[in-house]
Nanobody, 115 residues
Framework: QVQLVESGGGLVQPGGSLRLSCAPSGSIFSILSMAWYRQSPGKQRELVATIINGRGTNYADSVKGRFTISRDNAKNTVYLQMNSLKPEDTAVYYC?????????WGQGTQVTVSS
């Protein structure tokens, strides 16, 4: 069973930057979309950013201008560059890849923004 492996989370001060990565443990085919979600304690999981084949990228209003989602098609890897981080960005971040016949999730990586 292919799994998505995330990395890059950690503790950062307000105004700092982090880059999250998400790579599959095996081969994935027919990718339709790749995305990052996040979930804070007591809140529902929310969509942060997504890349949809043929339709470009979309971002939550709260991260527009600060976060950038990108992908490496050769490696089926998706990245999330997070700049100008705020305490309210603190959450567990999950990557998601949707293919024509499957929906994969990462295990989550903690991002904490605090001084």
């Amino acid at each position: 069973q292919v799994q998505l492996v995330e990395s890059g989370g950690g503790l950062v001060q307000p105004g700092g930057s982090l880059r999250l990565s998400c790579a599959p443990s095996g081969s994935i085919f027919s990718i339709l979309s790749m995305a990052w979600y996040r979930q804070s304690p007591g809140k529902q999981r929310e969509l942060v950013a997504t890349i949809i084949n043929g339709r470009g990228t979309n971002y939550a209003d709260s991260v527009k201008g600060r976060f950038t989602i990108s992908r490496d098609n050769a490696k089926n890897t998706v990245y999330l560059q997070m700049n100008s981080l705020k305490p309210e960005d603190t959450a567990v971040y999950y990557c998601n890849t949707v293919t024509s016949n499957n929906n994969y999730w990462g295990q989550g990586t903690q991002v904490t923004v605090s001084s």
